[in-house]
């Protein structure tokens, strides 16, 4: 792993209090990442080639799985990136250089330097990207947050680790985006 498993540290009074990557720590024990993510079905019959899709995923395990699956999927323009920031960066680039923007923003919630949440509102204020969907997929997701994610803007939320659903979303999207050509 690039990073290994520890995320962070705090020192807390007198104890120094390791933050560890869990999602890295299963997969180093279970090696994981070695099982084969299936293709999720595309019922819809859409181009997902045509599909831009990023990235904001702080987990490079995560990272891996999500790449995997959509890959396999079809979705042959794929970028991601390790947390919000870097993200919102690469918007700001493409929007310079008049670079095609994302269709689809998949987003994690709590990354380092901009968290997801912060993203989906930077987008989806900004003229110029809001267009772009915007996908919370997160563990932190729950009735009670639920609506933080609608305050932001966001197109659809979902729990970790249901990625299909993420797919099966971008799918409709893409379907109705194409329906007027």
Same mark, same amino acid.
């Given at each position: 792993?690039s990073h290994?498993?520890?995320t962070?540290m705090?020192?807390i ?11 890295s720590?299963?997969?180093?024990i279970?090696c ?5 993510k ?9 181009d997902?080639?045509q599909?831009?899709v ?6 490079s395990?995560?990272?891996a799985?999500?790449?995997q699956?959509?890959?396999?999927s079809g979705?042959e323009?794929?970028?991601?990136f ?7 960066? +690469? ?8 670079d ?5 923003l998949?987003?994690?919630?709590e ?7 912060h993203?989906?509102?930077?987008v989806? +204020?900004?003229?110029d990207?809001?267009?772009? /969907?915007v ?7 729950t ?5 933080k994610?609608?305050?932001?803007? +966001?197109d659809?939320?979902?729990n /970790?680790?249901?990625l299909?659903?993420v ?8 379907a109705?985006s194409?329906?007027?050509?």
């Amino acid at each position: 792993h690039s990073h290994g498993a520890v995320t962070g540290m705090a020192e807390i009074g007198e104890e120094l209090i390791m933050m560890l990557d869990f999602e890295s720590i299963h997969e180093m024990i279970t090696c994981d990442h070695s099982r084969a993510k299936p293709a999720v079905d595309n019922a819809l019959n859409v181009d997902r080639s045509q599909c831009k899709v990023w990235l904001a995923e702080d987990s490079s395990f995560i990272r891996a799985s999500i790449e995997q699956m959509l890959t396999v999927s079809g979705f042959e323009q794929f970028t991601a990136f390790s947390n919000g920031q870097e993200a919102w960066d +690469a918007f700001a680039l493409a929007l310079e250089s008049g670079d095609k923007l994302p269709d689809v923003l998949i987003s994690d919630i709590e990354m380092p330097q901009m968290d997801g949440l912060h993203l989906c509102k930077r987008v989806k +204020a900004n003229p110029d990207t809001a267009r772009t /969907k915007v996908v919370l997929y997160s563990s932190l997701i729950t009735a009670e947050t639920r609506h933080k994610g609608n305050e932001v803007g +966001a197109d659809e939320q979902f729990n /970790k680790p249901r990625l299909e659903n993420v797919v099966r979303t971008s799918d409709q999207w893409i379907a109705e985006s194409t329906a007027g050509d």
